[in-house]
T-cell receptor, first 110, second 113 residues
Framework: QQKVQQSPESLSVPEGGMASLNCTSS?????YFWWYRQHSGEGPKALM?????GDKKEGRFTAHLNKASLHVSLHIRDSQPSDSALYFC??????????FGAGTRLKVIA | GGIITQTPKFLIGQEGQKLTLKCQQN?????MYWYRQDSGKGLRLIYY???????QKGDLSEGYDASREKKSSFSLTVTSAQKNEMAVFLC????????????FGSGTRLLVI
């Protein structure tokens, strides 16, 4: 059973649009999250972390965490074709380990 | 900048065969990981090693062995390849600081015929 659920499984947005990806944890002990992005044929690359309630902004990317609802989201504004990739949410479980969600496949249509 | 290298990039094996995948990193990271990536299932942890002489099982360790030969290298062995198995094996490394991100290699793509 996945301890981190991601939605939607896939998402298409027009170039310049906003993409919103969601992640829900089933374990209240998960308090620290990373978002990763994986382009085809490559390994995942870390995008940004979040561990405080509220928003964290890095350029076009904004992560949001709501610890009460165990919900994390990633919003990409002004989406570019190069943002097309598989996005993973990862929750820190302790002992230097993370549990990953199944991923959301984003396609940005030019 | 550092690099994490996985070899081979592609591996075709036969059913029942023992197969070894290798990973090298030059970040001087203490912690190394092996994950399996299957479509629709995300990344599942097979083995990890917190320090050079440490080895710990993940959720998916059955059917695999691992070895941390030195700080910079971590290998994974599929003890008996399953017919029609197809997956990507990802190696990652990290500093020994809680909550640190991982740096991943580009993966070894396995196909068992």
């Amino acid at each position: 059973q996945q301890k981190v659920q991601q939605s939607p499984e896939s998402l298409s947005v027009p170039e310049g649009g906003m993409a919103s990806l969601n992640c829900t944890s089933s374990d209240r002990n998960f308090q620290y999250f990373w978002w990763y992005r994986q382009h085809s044929g490559e390994g995942p690359k870390a995008l940004m972390s979040i561990f405080s309630d509220g928003d964290k902004k890095e350029g076009r990317f904004t992560a949001h965490l709501n610890k009460a609802s165990l919900h994390v989201s990633l919003h990409i504004r002004d989406s570019q074709p190069s943002d097309s990739a598989l996005y993973f949410c990862a929750a820190y479980t302790g002992n230097y380990k993370y549990v990953f969600g199944a991923g959301t496949r984003l396609k940005v249509i030019a | 900048g550092g690099i994490i290298t996985q070899t081979p990039k592609f591996l075709i094996g036969q059913e029942g065969q023992k197969l070894t995948l290798k990973c090298q990193q030059n970040f001087n990271h203490d912690t190394m990981y092996w994950y399996r990536q299957d479509s629709g299932k995300g990344l599942r942890l097979i083995y990890y090693s917190i320090t050079e002489n440490d080895l710990q099982k993940g959720d998916l360790s059955e059917g695999y062995d691992a070895s941390r030969e030195k700080k910079s290298s971590f290998s994974l062995t599929v003890t008996s390849a399953q017919k029609n198995e197809m997956a990507v094996f990802l190696c990652a490394s990290s500093t020994a600081i809680a909550n640190s991100d991982y740096t991943f290699g580009s993966g070894t793509r396995l196909l068992v015929i």
